[in-house]
């Protein structure tokens, strides 16, 4: 991928929404086409839910979103296009015919991608003129959030394709899993498959309710399988003898009739009415949007649990944050005049940041200008690699000024102005400032370089501290803010 970032979606459903909203929001410009009359209302109501999960799942500076365009026709949608994500319906003839007219119109070099639940990509491409750039990326429900994408190619498929597809995966914060032999429904979906047939077979024969198979999963298994996996957490029911204790153990279970997985219960329309109807008492309180909503809050919850113990989706959702902090500090170099205060927070405040008034509440302004304070020393090389060898800047004292208001979803941008930067220490002066230009609060703050192996004040390295005064010296023509150096019961 080079780095004008287009790329074109055909399919409209579930799968294709879902990466229409991941590519925007890791700024892709999107070409979108599907031919059903309700595209555009159906994909803009996918939309704002995916931009609600977006505000909470990360306090990292998002990418600027990218475009969306509704294509009217297949040939303008994939023109000029990068990647072509093919996200139709699953019926080999009708992808193959969709794969003919994408070469059809698509640059030669553009990448073919398909989100085929199980259809081997040497099917895939056995009528292509180009088969070497046709690739199976499946993805999981909501793409937007799970970062799982398996990734397969077919016996054409170029190993160049692969790697490329890996890395703007990587770089789009999912966890690209290479499934380096074709098989049929591939790893994931192998699993489901196994678990969905059990449980048909539990409401045919009465033993369980669609609801309280789900609670078994959700309040047990699944609990440990969203961190941990199946073979890690045997591992663990093996004790401190481990796995092969545990298949000793339980491995003769294997051979006992505990399971109909190699049949199906005949989807008889009696069957299929008492499963719609156990769905419809379980959850149908809910629309489909609202119930969407909870799974992505509660989804947004699990994986920054998991980011805070850096385990499992966690550590994919962490990787993905360091890269927006790292890239969000240097967004603005250049676009601001010199002897300007530096632009170092832009967002929108998530709706779990207010109070029972849906105003920010004021932790959350001390949160933003400890996010202006980072962003400012990422600018001037305070990065991870620096904290890795080199030390970090503490804060040591914080005066607050709230001024105004700001309710949840309303924009919001701070702006730092470097007062001084001298040895050890640094002190700095931010205004957070609402979208509609008002201003909320200030806060002043002195921060400290320490020695992260001694703990004690060090003196910083001599580029950052170079970089540091230099902004200083820019911002030493500008006058002394108001509400500097102010106390407590100061008048105004």
Known sequence: MTSSKTVAVVGAGVIGGGWVARFLENG?????YDPAADTQSKVEALLINAEHAYSKLTMAPRNHRGALTYAKTLALAVAGAELVMEAVPENLTLKQQVYRDIEQHADEGAIIASSTSGILPTQLQAAMRHPERLIVTHPFNPVYLLPLVEVVGGELTAAETIDSAMGLFRAMGMHPLHIKKEIEAFVADRFLEAVWREALWLVNDGIATTAEIDDAIRYGFGLRWAQMGLFETYRLAGGEAGMRHFIAQFGPCLAWPWTKLMDVPE??????????????????????????????????AILQALKVNDWGAGQTLGRYEQTLFDAGAHRNDGAEPTDEPLLTVERTVPPDWTDYNNHMNESRYLQCFADASDALLRRVGVDANYLANSGSYFTVETHIRHLDEVAALQPIKATTQVLSAAGKKLHVFHRLFHGDGRLLATAEQLLLHVNLTTRSASEPTPGVLTALRAIADRHASLVVPEGCGRAIGDPR
């Open 28 to 32: 892709f410009d999107v070409a979108l």
């Open 267 to 300: 989807l008889t329309e009696e069957l299929i009415d008492t499963i719609a109807a156990q769905s419809d008492a379980q959850s149908g309180q809910y629309s489909f949007r609202e119930l969407e909503r909870i799974r992505d809050d509660n989804l947004v």
